[in-house]
């Protein structure tokens, strides 16, 4: 069975809410919409106090090329436009809405009807571009790239196959694979809108094996499209790395930076993403909500959540039976990669693939020892760096040896703090250096 070839880590998987299907969660009072859910320039707000919107309501239009459009997820009026605390811990522009109803915009096609590409033959690559941009829709495993810049490769680079990333190999979350078993024909026809985007003519889904459930569905419902294959893949993190995967899947590398994904022909997109461009192409609708995995060991009904974008993220936890006493820290995404949450206030946004409630014992942390020199985390590394080297030249800030050790190739997975037998913070330090770095060299690069 496939993987990538270097490195990795096999954390327990505490797949709580496995098998749970998909339930709605119920509107918002109050929704917040932050003009930064996406990597690029932010949003600029249209709106101002005392508009009425409607679902599906611009809200705020793309700030650049590398930007993406914002709407209402819901209907009422416009309270207020101004800085709100975000899940980063930073106050940033927002439009914030009191909500009257659900009403609608009638542009929407709110059907269950399935709409196939041949049904749509009018469809040609700049007009799917086109939608995806218009509607919003990111890259919403997490990195929440703009996917309309995304399916616009540089000059001279040229794409050969469409991945999709069904792998969700972060512990504790099941949004992705509750999304497969809920909308399989409608992540295969978002898969063939991103190949005719493209202009290729080959598609894999890669999936773990650790969902032969979704694994067999979706290959019984490939078999009506002979140029998608389904790749099972061994169970391994951080397969989901869009560097990781495009090695699982056909087997070729991505040279260190500044060299791209699609150095290799291949491009990736979420499944989630697949599904919204399904939803945006075909049913004029822009990303408005998000499948999100509430969980943890001691929360009380671990769910899949079909939850509208500004919804706050402690009317999610409410939903599933309230914050446990016990709660130590609560995460906006995975114990790996994700990060702790300054208040439960903050709203979720496009990139929000889940919530984790850790109790006060998985939340405190082990007591750091001496590096031992063992090179475990040099093991572990997934892009072949040396973690310990890394997080020590930050720790001393030494900008100039991170950069020439190649800090920048880092994917901030977490699998070298994992292994670490010392429970040194490397991933803490590394990270600190790594935005250093990159600031330094952008400032360079400007002059």
């Known amino acids: 069975m496939k993987t990538f070839k270097i490195g990795g880590v096999h954390p327990e998987e505490n797949k709580l809410s496995a098998g749970q299907p998909i339930r709605e969660a119920q509107l918002p009072k109050q929704a917040i919409f932050s003009m930064f859910q996406h990597i690029g320039a932010p949003a600029n707000a249209v709106v101002k106090k005392g508009d009425q919107v409607k679902v599906g309501t611009l809200l705020g239009e793309a700030g650049g090329f590398v930007s993406a459009p914002i709407y209402s997820s819901v209907s009422g009026k416009v309270s207020k436009v101004d800085v709100a605390l975000d899940a980063s811990g930073l106050r940033r522009m927002a439009v914030t809405v009191d909500v009257e109803g659900d009403e609608w915009e009638e542009s929407i096609d709110r059907s269950k009807d399935l709409i196939r590409l041949s049904d749509r033959p009018e469809l040609d690559a700049k007009t799917i571009v086109e939608k995806i941009k218009t509607a919003g829709i990111v890259g919403m495993g997490g990195a929440t790239f703009p996917t309309h810049v995304k399916l616009c490769p540089p000059p001279g680079k040229v794409a050969e196959c469409v991945i999709v990333n069904a792998v969700e190999c972060e512990p504790y979350l099941t949004a992705d694979h509750s999304l497969m078993l809920a909308h399989p024909d409608e992540i295969l026809v978002g898969l063939q809108l991103v190949m005719k985007a493209v202009g290729v003519t080959k598609g894999y889904i890669g999936i773990e094996n650790n969902k032969p459930d979704a694994i067999q569905l979706m290959t019984e419902k490939a078999k009506q499209y002979p140029e998608i294959e389904v790749v099972p893949l061994k169970l391994k993190y951080p397969q989901g790395g869009e560097k990781q995967l495009i090695d699982a899947v056909i087997g070729r590398q991505v040279p260190a930076p500044p060299a791209l994904p699609i150095d290799t022909g291949a491009i990736v997109q979420n499944v989630g993403t697949c599904f919204a461009i399904y939803e945006a192409v075909m049913k004029n609708k822009p990303l408005i909500d998000r499948v999100i995995t509430v969980t943890g060991k001691s929360l009380k009904h671990p769910s899949n959540l079909l939850a509208r974008l500004g919804t706050p993220f402690s009317q999610l936890i409410d939903e599933c039976g309230g914050l446990p006493e016990d709660t130590g820290k609560v995460i906006g995404g995975g114990p790996m990669m994700g990060k702790a949450l300054l208040s439960l206030d903050v709203p979720m946004t496009k990139g929000s693939s889940?919530?984790?409630?850790?109790?006060?014992?998985?939340?405190?942390?082990?007591?750091?020892?001496?590096?031992?020199?063992?090179?475990?985390?040099?093991?572990?590394?997934?892009?072949?760096?040396?973690?310990?080297?890394?997080?020590?030249?930050?720790?001393?800030?030494?900008?100039?040896?991170?950069?020439?050790?190649?800090?920048?190739?880092?994917?901030?997975?977490?699998?070298?703090?994992?292994?670490?037998?010392?429970?040194?913070?490397?991933?803490?330090?590394?990270?600190?250096?790594?935005?250093?770095?990159m600031g330094i060299i952008r400032s360079r690069v400007a002059k």
């Open 354 to 437: 889940g919530l984790l409630i850790m109790n006060d014992k998985e939340a405190k942390r082990a007591e750091v020892d001496p590096c031992i020199r063992c090179a475990k985390c040099v093991g572990a590394c997934p892009m072949g760096l040396e973690p310990y080297l890394l997080a020590k030249v930050s720790e001393l800030r030494d900008w100039d040896a991170a950069e020439q050790e190649d800090i920048t190739s880092c994917i901030e997975c977490g699998s070298c703090q994992f292994t670490c037998p010392s429970h040194r913070p490397l991933l803490d330090y590394i990270r600190l250096g790594k935005s250093t770095v």
